[in-house]
């Protein structure tokens, strides 16, 4: 921003301090932006310090020699579209900010859904069975999916194979390996992935039924998920 100063030619240094001094502004030896900031703690002027350092400057100036209406003019305007510009990026980062965030009636229309998001306890579908999806950090040559039942049996493993980085989704249709139905949830559910001998980030994702919203007093609205607890609408990756 244009910063307003006393003419060096026609105003000495206790004249320009003076200026500073009725603007609130303390000045140090050196006129730079650093000094400035050195003894105010601001490396910035701001429109209330413009005015007043324009409004000082206009006290002081030399009645024989003053400030060219040309030059003040041209000061005035740019500093009008600096501070227009700073007011439309403040609007627009509240805009920003509101589009980001999810108010008590958006989470309330999660309620009655199923949502995928992160957690280990997945339970039955209707059909029997569960679903789920592994999120993995990187390529992978292996991905595992291990399921075990409420009394901590493995009951079931899953082979995804190789996979690319990003979703890779599963289904059990709720029986053993030797066809026979099992019926013992909620159900803990365990994933691996590797690329060769390299260990690779691996999420266990769960489709689990939303029993409710809540908005915490001060906070942002959470969802109450079955088996999962409290969960924060933006951890949801699908919902059904």
């Known amino acids: 921003m244009t910063s307003i100063t006393a003419n060096t030619s026609a105003t000495d240094k206790a004249t320009q301090d003076a200026i500073f001094a009725s603007a609130g502004v303390a000045r ?3 006129t730079t932006a650093a000094g400035v900031s050195a003894t105010t703690g601001k ?9 007043a350092l324009m409004t ?6 030399d009645p024989f020699n003053p400030v060219d209406n040309t030059q003040m003019v041209a000061q005035m305007a740019q500093f009008s579209s600096v501070a227009g510009i700073s007011e439309m ?10 589009l980001n965030s999810t108010t008590a009636t958006d989470a309330m229309g999660y309620v009655g859904r199923t949502v995928l998001t992160a957690g280990k306890t997945a339970y039955e ?36 194979g190789a996979q690319a ?50 908005l915490p007093a001060g906070g942002a609205p959470v969802l109450n998920v079955t088996g999962l607890g409290t969960v924060d609408p ?7």
């Open 43 to 51: 490396s910035t002027l701001g429109q209330k310090d413009f005015i």
């Open 165 to 214: 980085a990003g979703e890779a989704s599963y289904s059990w249709d709720g029986t053993d390996d030797a066809g026979n139905k099992i019926e013992n949830g909620p159900y803990t559910v365990t994933v691996e992935a590797a690329k060769g001998s390299t260990l690779v980030d691996a999420t266990s994702l769960v489709w689990a039924p939303v029993e409710s919203a809540s």
């Open 125 to 160: 579908r209707t059909s029997g069975g569960i679903a789920g999806a592994v999120e993995l950090a990187g390529d992978a040559t292996d991905v595992d999916v291990s399921i075990a039942d409420k009394d901590g049996r493995v009951v079931k493993n899953i082979q995804l």
């Open 28 to 30: 140090s030896n050196t």
């Open 89 to 98: 990026n403040q609007t627009l980062s509240g805009i920003s900010g509101r």
């Open 56 to 61: 000082a400057q206009l006290a002081y100036q």
């Open 234 to 240: 933006s951890a949801v990756r699908k919902v059904a």
